[in-house]
């Protein structure tokens, strides 16, 4: 079994930074794919980045690319998303997934490890 724990999120301004981590413990997940998924109030949950296990390969959503940027370190078994220039649709509760194989992949059911998320709201 997998257990994923995020953190970082928090409260900020239109144009600031957040920094969020998801913690994995229980069965090693390096040769996963890694992702990161928000869910804003009323919406369906969203693919916002991806990360192969080598670390090398990544994806992102368009809403979010060039402003956010995923990455992971196997050693600690963490996997971090910086989140630049945030905006006030960005908003959202920030899901850290475990997919099943390791090749980049957008959708969520592909995804069999989830954490219980952390909040992410942008004032503006």
């Known amino acids: 079994q997998v257990h994923l724990v995020e953190s970082g999120g928090g409260l900020v301004q239109a144009g600031g930074s957040l920094r969020l981590s998801c913690a994995t413990s229980?069965?090693?997940?390096?040769?996963?794919?890694m992702g990161w998924f928000r869910q804003a109030p009323g919406k369906e949950r969203e693919f916002a980045a991806a990360?192969?296990?080598?670390?090398?390969?990544?994806f992102y959503a368009d809403s979010v690319r060039g402003r956010f940027t995923i990455s992971r370190d196997n050693a600690k078994n963490t996997v971090d998303l910086q989140m630049n220039n945030l905006k006030p649709e960005d908003t959202a509760v920030y899901y850290c997934?475990?997919?099943?194989?390791?090749?980049?992949?957008?959708?969520?059911?592909?995804?069999?490890?989830w954490g219980q998320g952390t909040q992410v709201t942008v004032s503006s």
């Open positions: 997934a475990a997919a099943r194989s390791g090749f980049i992949t957008t959708t969520a059911s592909a995804y069999d490890h």
């Open positions: 229980g069965r090693t997940i390096s040769s996963n794919t």
């Open positions: 990360i192969t296990w080598s670390g090398v390969g990544t």
